[in-house]
Nanobody, 122 residues
Framework: QVQLVESGGELVQAGGSLRLSCAASGRTFSIYTMAWFRQAPGKEREFVSWISPSGANTNYADSVKGRFAISRDNAKNTVYLQMNSLKPEDTAVYHC???????????????WGQGTQVTVSS
């Protein structure tokens, strides 16, 4: 089992940057595909990005491509989301998730963190 704790969310102005972190417990972090999803008020949870267990492969939603970058440090059991050129529409609770598949579907991820709030002001 994996426990995930996100951090780094805060209020930022449009055009600014944030780096989110997700710390995982357990020794098996390096076997999981890690992903970030987000959920804005009144909207469904949406895929943001995933990274393969080794970090060699990544994927992004079109809405964040070119602005966000996912990375991981398996020695630190941590996955990151660098967010640049933030827009008000990026405002959401950001969750990290762990799973066994390269997927943009939330149902393919078994473990979830509680989330961290990102608010982008215009």
């Amino acid at each position: 089992q994996v426990q995930l704790v996100e951090s780094g969310g805060e209020l930022v102005q449009a055009g600014g940057s944030l780096r989110l972190s997700c710390a995982a417990s357990g020794r098996t972090f390096s076997i999981y595909t890690m992903a970030w999803f987000r959920q804005a008020p009144g909207k469904e949870r949406e895929f943001v990005s995933w990274i393969s267990p080794s970090g060699a492969n990544t994927n992004y939603a079109d809405s964040v491509k070119g602005r966000f970058a996912i990375s991981r440090d398996n020695a630190k059991n941590t996955v990151y989301l660098q967010m640049n050129s933030l827009k008000p529409e990026d405002t959401a609770v950001y969750h990290c998730a762990a799973g066994q598949f390269y997927s943009s579907r939330s149902t393919n991820f078994a473990y979830w963190g509680q989330g961290t709030q990102v608010t982008v002001s215009s």
